[in-house]
T-cell receptor, first 113, second 113 residues
Framework: GENVEQHPSTLSVQEGDSAVIKCTYS??????FPWYKQELGKRPQLIID?????GEKKDQRIAVTLNKTAKHFSLHITETQPEDSAVYFC????????????FGKGTHLIIQP | EAGVVQSPRYKIIEKKQPVAFWCNPI?????LYWYLQNLGQGPELLIR????????DSQLPKDRFSAERLKGVDSTLKIQPAELGDSAVYLC???????????FGQGTRLTVV
């Protein structure tokens, strides 16, 4: 089955700086890679995703890049703000959608004022 | 539109006792998931339903866990008997069939003492 590794487990950055979270996956058949954000005590919510036929996708201050050859993908957050503080989970799916998601262990992003 | 609703939010039980969690998915979402989230970990799929059929229950510990989704709408996850190691957050999620986004509920935090 799929195995998703996520690093780092904790990331502390100064407000306004950029943050990068990296994930690797094991199954070359995986073709859909979402990122979920979970604020303290709240439900995970999808913030951005990318399919295997795309190398990069941006949405305002967040972007995701995918390297299929190396089987890794990354989340980039620019101009970080206090509300970016949360746990971020990457995931991979063979099915191309929400079914069959394998999640990483999460990165706790801390934005220092 | 109401999101995925789970109850109870918190449950404390003694080991060897039974416990049940309830989930009401978003209206129109045929796919329903139960995930287990241990502290500091990402969600792990327990079971996935398409309407009333369990299409993936390979990770469900069937000796003590059971689930049902009668009428293809609400779902119940049961543990009997509970063990100390079952203490975790149980997340329910739903999506449209073939959709990319899983919508999560707030989860039920189970503590077994």
């Amino acid at each position: 089955g799929e195995n998703v590794e996520q690093h780092p487990s904790t990331l502390s950055v100064q407000e306004g700086d950029s943050a990068v979270i990296k994930c690797t996956y094991s199954d070359s058949a995986s073709n859909y890679f979402p990122w979920y954000k979970q604020e303290l005590g709240k439900r995970p919510q999808l913030i951005i995703d990318i399919r295997s036929n795309v190398g990069e996708k941006k949405d305002q201050r967040i972007a995701v890049t995918l390297n299929k050859t190396a089987k890794h993908f990354s989340l980039h957050i620019t101009e970080t703000q206090p509300e970016d503080s949360a746990v971020y989970f990457c995931a991979a799916s063979e099915g191309g959608g929400a079914d069959g998601l394998t999640f990483g262990k999460g990165t706790h992003l801390i934005i220092q004022p | 539109e109401a999101g995925v609703v789970q109850s109870p939010r918190y449950k404390i039980i003694e080991k060897k006792q039974p416990v049940a969690f309830w989930c009401n998915p978003i209206s129109g979402h045929n796919t329903l998931y139960w995930y287990l989230q241990n502290l500091g970990q990402g969600p792990e799929l327990l079971i996935r339903y398409e309407n009333e059929e369990a299409v993936d229950d390979s990770q469900l510990p069937k000796d003590r866990f059971s689930a049902e989704r009668l009428k293809g709408v609400d779902s119940t996850l049961k543990i009997q008997p509970a063990e100390l190691g079952d203490s975790a957050v149980y997340l329910c999620a739903s999506s449209i069939t073939g959709g990319t986004e899983a919508f999560f509920g707030q989860g039920t935090r189970l503590t077994v003492v």
